[in-house]
């Protein structure tokens, strides 16, 4: 079946811009993941979503970053006024339920964001 | 908190030869450890996982790591090394049970050279 995809692959901004990243989770799974790689601070967990609720938010960098997920099944996550430090790969994964601690995580391809 | 902590960031190999990618972590509860493998310009796949039970986990590939729990480890090694085995890998700890879900924390990865 279809795995994890996530869109743009691709994303080059200017500093000060409002950008979204989409996921679009594999089809059944309630637990979604959004996660940051970047050179500095290796694979760093952001944000996660049980159905359309984040419990906890604590992963996310500043409060330029905000996610949503709705219907259960796409999530946005949006960055606000871009900074250079912001350029990292944003990778999103899900799993059929957050709350199996074995659980397997299925990972996108991620979308590499650079900000000039 | 729990952490992972992966020995050498770069480990080079002749086609052939064994591979051993050493990983360490920290966890104050019986941990899940994951190995995931990362391809240029993909996503994370997942090679193996240890759960509960038998301490030697065959993944996929050829790969297979060992929990030892007395050296808190989980290395992982394939006994021949294949040019198709060229990627980055990344070991993970599960540190759901002291969160209430299921968030990776993962060690700054290990990259693999594979040389003919």
């Known amino acids: 079946g279809a795995g994890v995809s996530q869109s743009p692959s691709n994303k080059v901004t200017e500093k000060g811009k409002d950008v979204e990243l989409r996921c679009d989770p594999i089809s059944g799974h309630t637990a979604l993941y959004w996660y940051r790689q970047s050179l500095g601070q290796g694979l760093e967990f952001l944000i996660y979503?049980?159905?359309?609720?984040?419990?906890?938010k604590s992963g996310l960098p500043s409060d330029r970053f905000s996610a949503e997920r709705t219907g259960g099944s796409v999530s946005t996550l949006t960055i606000q006024r871009t900074q250079q430090e912001d350029s990292a790969v944003y990778l999103c994964?899900?799993?059929?339920?957050?709350?199996?601690?074995?659980?397997?995580?299925?990972f996108g391809p991620g979308t590499r964001l650079l900000v000039l | 908190a729990q952490s992972v902590t992966q020995l050498g960031s770069h480990v080079s190999v002749s086609e052939g030869a064994l591979v051993l990618l050493r990983c360490n972590y920290s966890?104050?509860?019986?941990?899940?450890l994951f190995w995931y493998v990362q391809y240029p310009n993909q996503g994370l796949q997942l090679l193996l996982k240890?759960?509960?039970?038998?301490?030697l986990v065959k993944g996929i590939n050829g790969f297979e790591a060992e929990f030892k729990k007395s050296e808190t480890s989980f290395h992982l090694t394939k006994p021949s090394a294949h040019m198709s085995d060229a990627a980055e890998y990344f070991c993970a700890v599960s540190e759901g049970k002291n969160t209430g879900f299921q968030k990776l924390v993962f060690g700054t990865g290990t990259r693999l050279l594979v040389s003919p």
């Open positions: 979503f049980q159905g359309n609720s984040a419990p906890d």
């Open positions: 966890s104050s509860v019986p941990p899940y």
């Open positions: 240890y759960t509960t039970g038998a301490t």
């Open positions: 994964a899900s799993s059929p339920n957050s709350r199996v601690q074995q659980e397997t995580q299925y």
